[in-house]
């Protein structure tokens, strides 16, 4: 089959390895000169687990909520007396936060996660990309948490089958010793075989591997227009028309309007976020592994030689120089309270990045037919983007392949939201 991708970030370019390996002719529409200008640009990078990751289900941030302070950074920061929409998408995210049981989403996850560690190692057999993957997770606890908070964060690791240890103080130090002594801690949770990469790295890699395989990348290519037809679907884009087979929505945040325009509703709200990159000064104080700041849900994640921190989730607010300097400021803050030595205090940024993260109140990912003949969706992976993303272009590949898939169709489905 012919078939298009809209947008080369980390979903539409993962999309394009599975079709092509499956035998299909792929080209990618992507509106802007480059791949990966979006979202996909600087995440955070937390690849596995998914259960831990502290903007992914939102069932999870309610149950941190129990027990440890978490200042309003750490929150869904809602700006809804302009959009009303964001105040319904908000009511809804905290309504399904409050009482989901999240047992039935942690399996589904877990089953796409699994499939996209093997999918992961597969392409990494047949292309090697060096996208500075790290291994290691550790999470301190400041203070005791209550027992109802630990409960909650150890049973979700037990139900998605994912090794931990709980540590004490002297044995989270010796993991990593960069920690700032002047911090006391009740402990901490150590996930040895978490795992953390560099997506842009990754994505990069594989367009330039699949491009010398026949991917055609057609960047300024802006998609206006998707129409069904008979057979096929017609894309109407910024440089004219061009026909395809069936075409698979890849478009991060902007998946919404275009889907809109066939009369498909996507309930998914952009999320923005933030993080910082920062060159290591002394690696011996540097982190080894990625850090979870519970309390101000941050992550602290080492891409080769630098720092990054993310954290911030804010939804309705307009891009401003002084909310992202506001965060900025927060991020080195918390990454120099726990890592004191590892950059120098005077030492310029190298990236601070506003980035979204799409969601659906549920907090899982949009994947698979739309119910518009031959469009396709892979969309709305809020936090998980990067770390599920071949596994989600492996699930949609089986499905417009007419296969079965290994996944919970129904789970990841458009349809749920009927
Ligand atoms: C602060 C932050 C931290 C994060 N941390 C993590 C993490 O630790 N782990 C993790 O797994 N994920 C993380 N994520 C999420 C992850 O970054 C995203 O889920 C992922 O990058 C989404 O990729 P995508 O390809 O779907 O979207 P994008 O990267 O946004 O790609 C969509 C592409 O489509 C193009 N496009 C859109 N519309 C059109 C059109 N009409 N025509 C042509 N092209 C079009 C866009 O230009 C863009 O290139 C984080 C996100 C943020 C913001």
Not at 164 to 179: S, V
Not at 336 to 351: H, K, T
Request: proline fraction near 4%.
């Amino acid at each position: 089959m012919k078939i298009a991708v809209v947008g080369a970030g980390i979903a539409g370019i993962a999309t394009a390895f599975e079709l092509m390996e499956a035998g299909n002719e792929v080209c990618i529409y992507e509106q802007h000169r480059t791949a990966g200008e979006e979202a996909s640009f600087a995440p955070a990078g937390l690849m596995w687990p998914c259960a831990i990751n502290p903007w992914g289900a939102t069932a999870f941030q309610q149950a941190l909520r129990l027990g440890l302070h978490r200042p309003a950074f750490a929150e869904l920061d809602t700006h809804g007396s302009v959009l009303s929409a964001s105040r319904r998408w908000a009511r809804k995210y905290h309504a399904i936060a409050k009482k989901h049981n999240d047992v039935e989403s942690i399996g589904a996850l877990q089953e796409l996660e699994l499939l996209s560690m093997q999918r992961l190692q597969h392409a990494q057999e047949l292309f090697d990309i060096d996208a500075q993957f790290n291994a290691g997770l550790l999470l301190p606890l400041r203070k005791e948490p209550n027992a109802a908070a630990l409960y909650e964060l150890t049973r979700r690791l037990s139900a998605a089958h994912v090794d931990y240890k709980q540590c004490t103080e002297a044995e989270a130090r010796a993991l990593e010793p960069g920690l700032a002594t002047e911090i006391r801690m009740a402990g901490a949770l150590h996930l040895p075989q978490a795992w953390a990469g560099n997506g842009r790295l990754f994505s990069q890699g594989l367009l330039q591997a699949l491009q010398g395989h026949g991917l055609q990348l057609l960047t300024q290519h802006a998609v206006t227009r998707i129409q069904p037809q008979n057979q096929g679907v017609r894309l109407v884009t910024s440089a004219g028309e061009r026909d395809h087979d069936a075409v698979v929505l890849c478009a991060g945040e902007h998946t919404t309007a275009l889907l809109q325009a066939v009369g498909i509703r996507l309930p998914a709200a952009p999320i923005h976020g933030y993080s910082v990159s920062i060159q290591i000064a002394e690696q011996s104080l540097a982190p080894r592994g990625s850090i979870i700041d519970l309390e101000n849900s941050m992550v602290l994640t080492r891409q080769g030689t630098r720092l990054r921190i993310s954290g911030g989730a804010e939804l309705g607010w307009q891009d401003s120089p002084e909310r992202t300097e506001e965060a900025r400021h927060q991020l080195i803050s918390v990454l120099l309270e726990w890592f004191p030595g590892s950059i120098q205090r005077s030492q310029s940024v190298l990236q601070t990045w506003r980035g979204v993260r799409t969601a659906v109140p549920d907090g899982l990912p949009v994947l698979g037919a739309t119910g518009a003949p031959g469009v396709w969706i892979n969309a709305a992976h809020g936090g998980y983007g990067w770390g599920l993303s071949i596994g989600c272009a492996h699930h949609v590949r089986q499905l417009l392949m007419g296969q079965t898939s290994t996944v919970d169709a129904a789970a990841f489905a458009l349809g749920r939201f009927d």
